[in-house]
């Protein structure tokens, strides 16, 4: 499966951005679906996860009650919604795909995304 990130951008902090991953290929509706980030200087961390089915997410701790993950498995995308946005939310997000049930852990996923860069202004 192929992966493509858009949305990303400038913002304010408080602001909201809706990130969009589109996939291509067969069997979406088959992987889990996660987004990560990277700011700079850093490594790549998990930020969300949806199951194949759409029912079970997942959030770190730092974006809880701000994001949401949710996917339609029609169109073969996965979105994230961003609200609340703060400075240290700056980083390129990628979207990945994986072939287990549920994992937040990096390694685990098998495709990725290229990249969306999002920045928050203070």
């Known amino acids: 499966v192929q992966l493509q990130a858009f949305g990303g951008g400038l913002v304010q902090a408080g602001g909201s951005l809706r990130l969009s991953c589109a996939a291509s290929?067969?069997?979406?509706?088959?992987?889990?679906m996660g987004w990560f980030r990277q700011a700079p200087g850093k490594e790549r961390e998990f930020v969300a996860a949806i199951s194949r089915s759409g029912v079970t997410t997942n959030y770190a701790d730092s974006v809880k009650e701000r994001f949401t993950i949710s996917r339609d498995n029609i169109r073969s995308m996965v979105y994230l919604q961003m609200n609340s946005l703060k400075p240290e939310d700056t980083a390129v997000y990628y979207c990945?795909?994986?072939?287990?049930?549920?994992?937040?852990?990096?390694?685990?996923?098998?495709?990725w995304g290229q990249g969306t860069e999002v920045t928050v202004s203070s």
């Open positions: 990945a795909a994986g072939s287990l049930a549920f994992t937040f852990r990096r390694d685990e996923y098998d495709y």
């Open positions: 290929g067969r069997s979406f509706s088959t992987y889990l």
